[in-house]
């Protein structure tokens, strides 16, 4: 059974802090990595995307791959009460017939003024 | 701007009344989804379209049916909506493969009576 897990949070971090939001698979082999931003009520919007080990970073995220412990985070800094949202983590893995993404549950993110 | 639409963004739907939800993409995309989200889970892939090839997950009710007359449009058809399928309904959109970035539009929420 491929797994993605989430910190369901909240997490809570005061407004210019940097908020870091963690995300681990079990597909060894996963190659696609994503993290959506969901705000309550509305549909996933696309924040990064990241393929290869290392960071990536636009505009205040990065975010961070290690396929070696099978982990992929995301940093947002200067955090805005705007970006009070959940932070969705998928993995597309690389094995398997009818291969989709696979989802976290999300962790939620609260930043306080 | 290319997009992901999906018409209606609210319905309501008695017990058992047929119901159907639309998307369309300016992004001439090749691949399009149809998930469907609860409160506080993951989106659940229902099925997706590559090019007019259907694939439907293999728990997803008899229930939902989809349609794709050509590349900008598909629907979604629930032939008898029971109280459970109340949610979020998602359509997603991916260039040519499936573990490329998808685009989600709005979603439609859909209230069962």
């Known amino acids: 059974q491929k797994e993605v897990e989430q910190n369901s949070g909240p997490l809570s971090v005061p407004e210019g802090a940097i908020a870091s939001l963690n995300c681990t698979y079990s597909d060894r082999g996963s190659q696609s990595f994503f993290w959506y931003r969901q705000y309550s009520g509305k549909s996933p919007e696309l924040i990064m995307s990241?393929?290869s080990n290392g960071d990536k970073e636009d505009g205040r995220f990065t975010a961070q791959l290690n396929k070696a412990s099978q982990y992929v985070s995301l940093l947002i800094r200067d955090s805005q009460p705007s970006d009070s949202a959940t932070y969705l983590c998928a993995v597309f893995p690389n094995a398997g017939n009818n291969r989709k993404l696979i989802w976290g549950l999300g962790t939620s993110l609260a930043v306080n003024p | 701007d290319a997009m992901v639409i999906q018409n209606p963004r609210y319905q309501v739907t008695q017990f058992g009344k047929p119901v159907t939800l639309s998307c369309s993409q300016t992004?001439?995309?090749?691949?399009m989804y149809w998930y469907q989200q609860k409160s506080s889970q993951a989106p659940k892939l229902l099925f997706h379209y590559y090019d007019k090839d259907f694939n439907n997950e293999a728990d997803t009710p008899d229930n939902f049916q989809s349609r794709r007359p050509n590349t900008s449009f598909c629907f979604l058809d629930i032939r008898s909506p029971g109280l459970g399928d109340a949610a979020m309904y998602l359509c997603a959109t991916s260039k040519d493969r499936l573990q490329e970035t998808q685009y989600f539009g709005p979603g439609t929420r859909l209230l069962v009576l």
């Open positions: 990241i393929y």
């Open positions: 992004l001439n995309h090749n691949v």
